[in-house]
């Protein structure tokens, strides 16, 4: 569990519009962005710091309490363009949910177990697809999809349908989307053995 918790963020309006405006803020600590949804789209500034935390407390996919200047309101964090050198925020977007609400978000897969075919057969779990596409209820939004792997073997895979969601919730992702696969060892593939038995080979008759 995160050590950061996080109530509501802070949310200023601004009228200070553009790339000079933006980088003034910037220096200032302070992020520019949106709060868009229910056919408006509001410009905004968030303390860089409240920002961090919010990322911090695992808060990113749910719903949050909020102030938009000065009003309380909910909101959803949705993108944060990144410096590409530094990473730092550059700008962000919010989105405004009313209660009740649906909405579509991606939500990062998680594994729990061991795969019976990295156990019992050497094999190679690999998480191909890590994140799917759902559509729910806003406050009811996971953290994470939890796949159970144990049982699964040797050249076995899991797909997008067969990992379970929260109640009124529905996959978006194409169903046959690959997510986790186990397969041979590269080690294996490299004697060929694939951990099969290896028959011996007879040595040739001498002259």
Do not use: C, W
């Not at 919730?169 to 046959?176: E, I, K, R, S, V």
């Amino acid at each position: 569990m995160s050590k950061h918790t996080l109530n509501t963020v802070t949310l200023e309006t601004r009228t200070e519009l553009g790339k000079t405006g933006a980088h003034r803020l910037r220096a200032q600590g302070k992020i520019p962005g949106v709060v868009y949804g229910h056919g408006s789209a509001t410009p905004i500034t968030i303390d860089a710091k409240q920002l961090a935390e919010l990322i911090l407390s695992g808060n990113r996919n749910h719903v949050v309490p909020a102030t938009i200047g000065g009003a309380p309101d909910s909101v959803l964090l949705r993108t944060i363009e990144t410096h590409p050198l530094t990473r730092k925020p550059l700008s962000v977007d919010f989105q405004r949910i009313a209660s009740g609400e649906s909405i579509t978000a991606s939500v990062p897969v998680t594994t729990a177990g061991t795969a019976a075919g990295v156990r019992d057969s050497g094999g190679v779990m690999d998480v191909v697809t890590h994140a799917l596409d759902v559509r729910g209820p806003a406050q009811s939004m996971p953290d994470h999809l939890v796949v159970d792997v144990t049982n699964l073997g040797l050249h076995e895979h899991v797909s997008a349908g067969d990992v379970p969601l929260p109640q009124g919730f529905t996959l978006l992702t194409a169903p046959d989307t690959i997510v986790i696969t186990v397969g041979v060892s590269r080690a294996s593939v490299g004697t060929g053995t694939d951990n099969e038995d290896v028959q011996p080979t007879e040595a040739p008759e001498g002259p």
